[in-house]
């Protein structure tokens, strides 16, 4: 499926925002591959693996993510936005989505900048989880 230009330039748009709010870029594709594995899609999961290895992401992290509770693998910056990435994506389970403990642990490391680019990456990955889904793409074909 091809995407029309008018969707391509609005998302390199959110991407440009996204990625001026200060956050680590790495925190940001843990983020992505956390919100993948939760939706199953396995295009976005293995995109998300071979961008954080290019930034130098570990092996063990990278094979903790899907269990970050029971590791001391990642730093208190990167449990709140992965704590965030699973509260604003697991709504379909019928958990209670972001609650305001969820929301201030976050904001005790992040800015509201940074907080509004956090929840705009979750959202966007969401978005193309759920594309991926809708066209049946596989994983490693794309990227």
Known sequence: MQSTPEVTGAVQQLFKVMHSAGLEPLLLELVHLRASQINGCAPCAYAGVQAAKKRGETEDRLHSVAV?????????????????????????????????????????????????????????????????????EQAGKTW
């Open 68 to 136: 970050w509770r029971e590791t001391p693998f990642f730093t208190e910056p990167e449990r709140a936005a992965l704590e965030l990435t699973e509260a604003a994506t697991r709504i379909q389970d019928g958990r209670p989505g972001v609650t305001d403990e969820v929301w201030a642990a976050a904001a005790e490391h992040f800015d509201e900048r940074q907080l509004s680019a956090l929840v705009t990456h979750i959202a966007l990955t969401g978005f193309f989880n759920h594309v991926n889904r809708a066209i049946r």
